[in-house]
Every structure is written in C-alpha cells, then in structure tokens.
C-alpha cells in the first residue's frame, strides 16, 4: 500500500500528469519565404536565392534594359549599314556603266565613218581618195582617245627605253651615234596620263663592225 501522508491529506494526481511534468522538446519554426520545406528534404542542403537590397536590384535591371536596347540598336545599324553598301555599289554600277558610254560612243562614231570609207572604196577606185578617208579616220581615233587622257609615245630616233618599249629586234647600223636608238616603230606605245597603257614593240640600232665593213666595200 502507498502510505498516506501525515497531515491526512490525500495527493490527487490525474492520470497521465507525469507525463505532462516533463519538459517539452523545442522546436524551432523557420518561416523564411524562399524556404520550401514541402519540396525541399530537411537533411538535404538547400539553395538560397541571392538577395539584393533594392537599389542594387533597380541598377541591374537597368543594366539588363540598357544590354537589350543596345543589341537591338546594334541590329538596326547592322542592317543600315548593309543596305547602304548595296546601295552604294548600286550608284556605283550605274555610274560605271554612264562612263562606259561616254568613252565608246566617240569610238562607235569613228568605226561608222570607216564602214562609209570601205563602201566607198567598193564603188571607187580612186587609191588617193580612198587613204584620204583612212588618213582622217586615223586622226579621228587619236583625237578621241587624246579626249581621254591617252596619248601616243615619242620613241622614234630616240635612245631606247625598256621601260616604254619592247625591243623586238636590232639592225645593225655603221654609225656609232645611232648605237642603242629606236629606228622603227613596230607597234606604237600609249600611256595614259603617267602610267604606261601598253609598251611599245620597235627595233633598235645596234653598232656594228661588220656594218662599217660594208659600207666601206661599197664605197
């Protein structure tokens, strides 16, 4: 039996009051918002989302913003840019082509005037007038192409040049002054302001001993 207690007094207790005497486990609640407990395990390791103050967040979006805006921009100018190129190739093109005409038509005039000196010559036969007609339309192609900057070289009887000329040939000559000088002209030369547009072909002088032979043989 459980003793009494002296004073006669009867303890109550409530069935289960043992258990509430003892001291409850704490527990702590973790109500942060970026915290899904419901996804996340609890022994596992979560991730927290970085966080920025305010200002920070409002440069960075403007940040963001002014990246966008640059690379549109940066199409925009992109596609101007190409269009612009082909326009002007296009201006180009055009401008060429109107420069073509200007430098043919004189040409298209000149062998007009030839096919009439051909006709001619059918129904002639007159030979002076006929190298009359040739004669004036050579004039006229070099009148034309003097029009544009071309012009003929000066090499006969002059010292040869290899840079304007092409030595095809020599002739020997008994002379020793005419050693090394242009005496016939093959192909004629033209340039076109300072650059050479085609070098001529001619024949050189060339002194030689058997040349002075001769000469004195046939004396």
Same mark, same amino acid.
């Given at each position: 039996m459980t003793p009494e207690?002296?004073?006669?007094?009867?303890?109550?207790?409530t069935?289960?009051?043992?258990?509430?005497?003892?001291?409850?486990p704490f527990r702590v609640v973790d109500r942060r918002h970026f915290l899904d407990w419901a996804q996340?395990?609890?022994?596992g390791k979560v991730e927290e989302k970085p966080r920025y103050p305010?200002?920070?967040?409002?440069?960075?979006?403007?940040?963001?913003e002014t990246e966008r805006r640059f690379e549109e921009r940066k199409k925009q100018m992109n596609h101007e840019i190409q269009r612009s190129r082909e326009r002007i190739e296009a201006d180009?093109? /055009?401008?060429?082509? +109107?420069?073509? @005409?200007k430098v043919l038509l004189p040409f298209l005039?000149?062998?007009?005037?030839?096919?009439?000196a051909l006709q001619a010559a059918h129904e002639e036969t007159s030979t002076p007038r006929l190298m009359e007609g040739i004669e004036m339309i050579?004039?006229?192609?070099?009148?034309?192409?003097r029009a544009q900057g071309v012009e003929a070289l000066e090499l006969l009887n002059q010292p040869y040049d290899p840079n304007l000329g092409q030595a095809i040939g020599v002739v020997p000559t008994?002379?020793?002054?005419?050693?090394?000088?242009?005496?016939?002209?093959?192909? /004629?030369?033209?340039? +076109?302001?300072? @650059?050479l547009l085609r070098p001529a072909q001619v024949r050189v002088a060339q002194f030689s001993n058997d040349a002075v032979s001769g000469n004195q043989r046939t004396r």
């Open positions: 207690p002296e004073d006669g007094r009867k303890e109550s207790r069935p289960g009051s043992a258990t509430n005497d003892a001291p409850q996340k395990p609890v022994e305010s200002f920070v967040e409002e440069l960075l979006a403007r940040v963001g180009f093109q /055009r401008s060429l082509e +109107i420069e073509k @005409q005039e000149i062998l007009d005037d030839l096919r009439r050579a004039g006229q192609f070099e009148s034309s192409l008994a002379d020793p002054a005419m050693d090394g000088v242009v005496i016939e002209e093959v192909v /004629r030369g033209y340039r +076109i302001g300072e @650059q």
